[in-house]
């Protein structure tokens, strides 16, 4: 009985929608987007582009197709299942995906892709990548401001180049304000548990508080949010990423650096729908603000004056070009000037 | 009254019972399925349509497929010498290394028809050396193997992460990966084979990997069943006294078993790495290597019960990856769940009915069950 009632509810369902495609205009667009393995909810990366798909489907009212992929194979897989369903845009998240992208964009020349994270070369995809070391040196040198021991800490999630690039953006910055200062950067691991490992996380900062850090960075996803509740319990101050984190731990959240990937998922689907969309290579940077700091109303108070105009004088030198952030990808070194 | 003592048919043991287990698990999947508001009758429909319906799903289906039989005979033969082999994904993710080692030197200076197996038995090499220490330490040691492979699993982890991202990662690049190999060492894919018969396939993962599988299966049936190493092989798994008193050796048995049973778990690399991504990555084993334990459970350490249920795994990917795609209100969360309960019933809950079976057997054919007894 159940089941009939239901069946007769998806057929109506399937009516509705036939008649409402039948209504829709040529601007109507069905964009797709394959999350990575971190999933839509991984409080970080993902879910900032979650957030800015989700954005788009609110004031647009357009639905849009997702996949979240489970292992490698499935990455080429999604991405081609979204093309042939007539999905257009594509947007594949991380760089992980970028040779799948790369050939599923060539198969399909007039479905335009995008991808953050990771440059793929074609004439029909849009590729964002962030300056995540430019957003860092910034926190990196609020960090060694706000610092009284001189001694600032950072905690990566698993080690890989993008983790240490935000690692060295960050010790360039906070030597750049205190050329004393001492770095100390711990990796929770090498595997991909270590993006959701809380308890080591809040570990790695306490060993990093008993040697004297008083502000502590965490570029790890999920293990992050263990480094934040460490730097809470034990008074001293912490730094978040990707998405403004500011509002978890008002009072011991000096500020996030803050990588704007949800704006770019939202200008990847907008920019669709508006018949405005471009291929090629976007760097977002501090100049682009697609990367940047976090001042609210739940850090102001933390921020004295001389910090923010301080970090504000820093931020115009970088978007000016008279301070060059060195990028640990372009040659897997980490070069700490001063 | 045990029931374990009787004997059932073989067509009841090996065909009955199993489709009995997974009919349980697919109904309880379908009250998950059913709770959340969708129809379970079309959640199987998109399952089973996603995973032969047309010919992309069957490459992809097949492709898993491959990678659970490498590691479902890497347990198997394993367990026949009574060895819990628990490493198959270090092994496996080892395997990786000596086909990217072998390829980074030589993929330029050879042929293909030199390459190929050169990149086959540097997997085989690889896995097998990884499983050559526990079983060392098993043998001479008496380090107990569930746990010395479970730790090697983890460093092998360690090792490919050290390894990528600083050793052999591409210079320049953002992802920890080596440089793509030459096309002249790519395991052929099926899709291209078929193409030169004149057969038009769509382009999926599926590679000659698969016939490789096969012939595995063969080989491995040929080594426990048909040759004496085979035979000393079980004997040592039955009864270590006996076989001591036959002049067997257990401890070289517990060596070369893990050895083999190593690099089968390493030829997933020729599957992953040689078959479809051209290059060493992060994490190419994705779990194969624990969940070839449940393939050769159900499979009942048997290479013929290994291809079913590798086959059935396969389905499990390829159509849960296609349901969570049709269904949005299905996450994939919920079809690990769908895979899990699957296992359980097949796995570890595969007596589960068997006492029920015995008794309605005894019941229509007390005669013959007598006899038996007797």
């Not at chain 1, 009939?4 to 036939?18: I, Q, V």
Request: charged share 15%.
């Amino acid at each position: 009985m159940k089941l009939t009632t239901r069946l007769l509810r998806t057929g109506l369902a399937a009516t509705a929608s036939l008649v409402l495609a039948a209504t829709a205009t040529a601007a109507d667009i069905e964009p797709a987007v394959v999350f990575d393995m971190g999933g839509k909810f991984d409080k970080s990366f993902n879910q900032g582009v979650y957030d800015g798909a989700e954005r788009f489907k609110n004031e647009t009212g357009l639905k849009y197709r997702e996949f979240e992929v489970t292992n490698e194979a499935q990455r080429e897989q999604a991405l081609r299942r979204m093309a042939q369903r007539g999905a257009d845009p594509v947007l594949g998240i991380g760089f992980a995906q970028a040779p799948a992208l790369e050939k599923v964009a060539k198969e399909f020349p007039d479905v335009r892709f995008a991808i953050i994270d990771m440059v793929v070369d074609l004439p029909n995809v849009r590729s964002i990548v962030f300056k995540e070391h430019e957003g860092s040196f910034l926190v990196g040198a609020l960090a060694a401001l706000a610092s009284e021991s001189g001694k600032v800490g950072f905690v990566g999630g698993m080690d890989i180049p993008l983790i240490r690039r935000f690692a060295c953006g960050y010790e360039q910055g906070a030597k750049h304000v205190n050329p004393d200062a001492d770095v100390i950067q711990n990796m929770t691991g090498t595997t991909p548990a270590a993006w959701n490992d809380p308890g080591r996380g809040g570990e790695l900062t306490k060993s990093q508080f008993e040697r004297g850090v008083d502000v502590v960075y965490a570029a790890a996803g999920g293990t992050g949010v263990g480094v934040y509740q460490a730097a809470k319990d034990a008074g001293k101050l912490a730094i978040g990423v990707d998405s403004n984190q500011n509002y978890l731990h008002p009072g011991t959240m000096l500020t996030s650096m803050l990588k704007r990937v949800d704006v770019a998922a939202y200008n990847v689907f907008m920019d669709a729908k508006n018949d405005e969309f471009t291929a090629g290579i976007q760097v977002l940077g501090l100049a682009e603000e697609g990367v940047g700091w976090a001042i609210d109303e739940h850090n102001e108070s933390m921020i004295t004056g001389e910090m923010k105009a301080k970090v504000d004088e820093l931020s115009e030198m970088i978007k000016s070009g008279d301070l060059t952030v060195h990028d640990y990808t372009s040659d897997n070194t980490c070069k700490v000037a001063g | 009254m045990s029931t374990s003592n009787v004997e059932l048919p073989a067509w009841i043991e090996v065909i009955l019972i199993p489709v009995l287990n997974i009919c349980l698990a697919l109904f309880f999947a379908g009250l998950i399925i059913f709770a959340i508001g969708e129809s379970p009758l079309e959640a199987v429909g998109i399952m089973l349509n996603g995973a032969f319906g047309y010919d992309e799903g069957v490459g992809y289906t097949l492709y898993y497929t491959t990678n659970f039989i490498f590691t479902g005979l890497a347990v198997a033969i394993a367990f026949h010498a009574r060895l819990f082999n628990i490493g198959g994904e270090g092994q496996a993710y080892i395997g990786g290394l000596g086909v990217g080692l072998a390829f980074l030197l030589l993929d330029g200076y050879l042929p293909t028809v030199l390459l190929l197996p050169i990149g086959i038995i540097a997997a085989a090499l690889f896995g097998a050396a990884w499983a050559f220490i526990p079983a060392w330490l098993q043998a001479y040691r008496g380090s107990h193997i569930v746990i010395t492979t479970i730790m090697f699993n983890f460093i092998a982890s360690a090792v490919m992460v050290y390894l990528l991202v600083n050793v052999l990662i591409k210079p320049g690049s953002m992802s920890p990966e080596t440089r793509e190999f030459s096309q002249s060492s790519w395991m052929p894919f099926m899709h291209e084979m078929l193409a030169v018969v004149g057969i038009d396939v769509t382009r999926t993962p599926l590679n000659l990997s698969f016939i490789l599988a096969l012939v595995c299966c063969l080989l491995v049936w040929i080594y426990i069943w048909k040759t004496r190493w085979g035979y000393a092989l079980r004997t040592a798994g039955q009864s270590e006294a006996a076989a001591v008193y036959a002049g067997i050796k257990p401890k070289r048995i517990i060596i070369i078993t893990m050895c083999i049973s190593g690099a089968l778990a390493g030829m997933v690399a020729v599957n992953e790495v040689m078959g479809v991504h051209h290059r060493v990555i992060l994490n190419f084993t994705a779990g194969y290597g624990f969940t070839g334990i449940a393939v050769a459970l159900m499979g009942r350490n048997h290479p013929v019960g290994i291809i079913l249920a590798s086959l059935l795994f396969g389905v499990l990917y390829q159509g849960g990856a296609e349901l969570a795609f049709e269904m949005p209100k299905i996450t994939r969360e919920m079809v690990v769940a769908i895979q899990g309960l699957i296992i359980l019933f097949s796995g570890a809950l595969a007596l589960m009915l068997r006492p029920a079976m015995v008794k309605i057997w005894l019941a229509i054919m007390p005669a013959r069950a007598v006899a038996q007894h007797g």
